[in-house]
């Protein structure tokens, strides 16, 4: 008897940086050192007083379930974090700790949308996010953005592109692939267009130059910001994140919570508060260290001859114009993984716009990068002859 797999989740599609991640670490099974630029892996540990906090939480027994809201101390940690990051105080009662950013995202989707409704993304975007969006029944609906103007997002656009179906729009700042930071004034228009506003601030901290922070958090009523410490804190293996939610909605928020995850795990916990009390030198020596890798990557990219059309201001990622070399995104990444043993980010995942593209990753450690350049540089000649 074959297994009917439902329909809805055949039309998710694989998270191709992950593919080639993957194949990258089958090859490195069979003895290939395989240099991994593709995925947003922080190249450092946590700070040493998380790996102390987990050590100790574990030892005292807190192996159990918390409140599925999360530990009322973590929670007001981060309500005094966020005003401490974005001059916004919000209540503890707000905010709802999650197995990582992503379970945070998924429980507020789910309870925005009836099937058929819509969410609007901006695009290049993360590849997880019209997933998303469909798997809950859903249709996403991309804005796309251009290098030409720093990834800006088109708010008139945006607002033609609202209907009646409109759920919300789901904007990240720093953005994944492109490190873009979008100005304070375009927040604040998305704030008036009228539809919910889903901030993916996962990155927020990551900044290399100008504002330090576009949060949409205080200019609306209705709005969700997703944060966690996988990449401010280099604890991405802890799975710990969360969402600030209007207050009419958690009741919702935590039935999902309780219904799907039970809890984020005690002791993690435990660590976040950790990171939040002692995280802020080593997050500033990680930025430091990102800068230098970022801007040795962007200048190493461009002599392989691809285009960085745009430097990125934050997050940890390069995205590169490799479009004279074939549309075929993936097929190019395979190639580079096996020719260089390098794995990067195929643009496909990112949206059509950015088809063509390679994503780099400048979370690696400053070695991994300097080796990968070296590679490719050594292959680049034939790479190109194939894909002509």
Not at 341 to 352: K, M, N, T, Y
């Amino acid at each position: 008897m074959t297994v009917s797999c439902s329909t809805h989740s055949g039309a998710v599609t694989p998270f191709l940086a992950m593919e080639v991640m993957e194949r990258g670490m089958a090859m490195a099974r069979t003895g290939i050192e395989v240099l991994q630029l593709g995925v947003g892996e922080p190249g450092f540990p946590p700070p040493p007083e998380v790996v102390e906090a987990v050590t100790a939480a574990v030892s005292a027994g807190q192996t159990h379930y918390t409140d599925s809201r999360g530990l009322y101390d973590l929670r007001e940690a981060i309500a005094v974090d966020c005003e401490l990051r974005r001059g916004i105080r919000v209540s503890p009662d707000q905010i709802v700790i999650t197995s990582g950013s992503s379970p945070a995202l998924f429980l507020v989707v789910s309870s925005l949308i009836n099937h058929g409704d819509e969410i609007i993304i901006p695009t290049p975007h993360y590849p997880c996010y019209p997933n998303m969006v469909t798997v809950c029944g859903g249709h996403p609906v991309f804005v796309p953005t251009s290098p030409d103007d720093g990834y800006r997002i088109d708010v008139d656009r945006v607002r033609r592109e609202v209907t009646g179906r409109t759920k919300g729009i789901l904007v990240a700042s720093p953005a994944n692939p492109t490190g873009a930071v979008q100005p304070p004034e375009v927040m604040h228009e998305l704030a008036k267009v009228g539809v919910p506003v889903l901030s993916d601030e996962v990155y927020d901290g990551l900044l290399y130059e100008g504002v330090a922070n576009t949060s949409p958090l205080g200019l609306t009523e209705e709005c969700f910001v997703f944060d966690g410490f996988s990449k401010r804190y280099a604890m991405t293996g802890f799975r710990l994140g969360y969402v600030i939610a209007p207050m009419t909605t958690i009741r919702r928020l935590v039935s999902l919570q309780q219904n799907l995850f039970i809890s984020a795990a005690h002791f993690v916990q435990t660590a976040g508060l950790a990171a939040l009390a002692h995280g802020k030198a080593h997050l500033g020596m990680m930025v430091a260290e990102y800068d230098q890798r970022r801007r040795r990557l962007v200048e190493g990219v461009r002599s392989l001859g691809l285009s960085v059309p745009v430097t990125p201001t934050g997050a940890f990622y390069v995205l590169a114009d490799a479009r004279h070399l074939g549309r075929d995104s993936l097929a190019l990444a395979f190639e580079i993984l096996d020719r260089a043993h390098v794995a990067l980010g195929p643009g496909r995942d990112f949206g059509e716009v950015a088809e063509g593209f390679l994503r780099f990753s400048f979370a690696a450690s400053a070695d991994a990068i300097d080796q990968a350049l070296e590679r490719l540089h050594k292959v680049w000649p034939s790479i190109v002859e194939v894909q002509r």
